[in-house]
């Protein structure tokens, strides 16, 4: 498994990467190997303020169907336009082409409360 070390991690297996005052969201390679084939990304949270582990979306599997939830507060202000022709970047690609949204963060603070890579390893590694 891959957890790169320049990205903070979920305990719901999401991942920040922060860029100036924006992050850029996704799941992580661990949560779409757990899916299975992504088939479908909705996401319908574009403009919204989000307070943190607010679900912000949906993705759906062959066989299930997962909420988002957002690691840190702010507003949404992108969401990748890839994901409604090719949700599989999700599988292929989860920390790059396959990201999620973009959001503008009320506090990049926040990001401090996230897991590093080696802690995020060792929860899912178990």
Do not use: C
Request: proline share 4%; charged share 25%.
């Amino acid at each position: 498994m891959n957890f790169p070390e320049n990205l903070r991690y979920t305990k719901d297996h999401e991942w920040v990467r922060l860029e100036g005052d924006t992050a850029v969201i996704g799941i992580t390679e661990f949560a779409q190997n757990e899916l299975g084939d992504i088939v479908y990304v909705e996401i319908e949270t574009l403009d919204q303020h989000l307070a943190a582990d607010s679900v912000f979306g949906t993705v759906e599997a062959v066989k299930t169907v997962s909420d988002l939830f957002l690691p840190i507060t702010g507003t949404i202000i992108e969401i990748n336009p890839e994901l409604n022709n090719q949700p599989e970047l999700v599988n292929s690609d989860p920390y790059g082409e396959g990201w999620m949204v973009k959001v503008k963060v009320d506090d990049a603070a926040d990001m401090e409360a996230l897991l590093k890579a080696d802690a995020y390893a060792a929860l899912v590694q178990g």
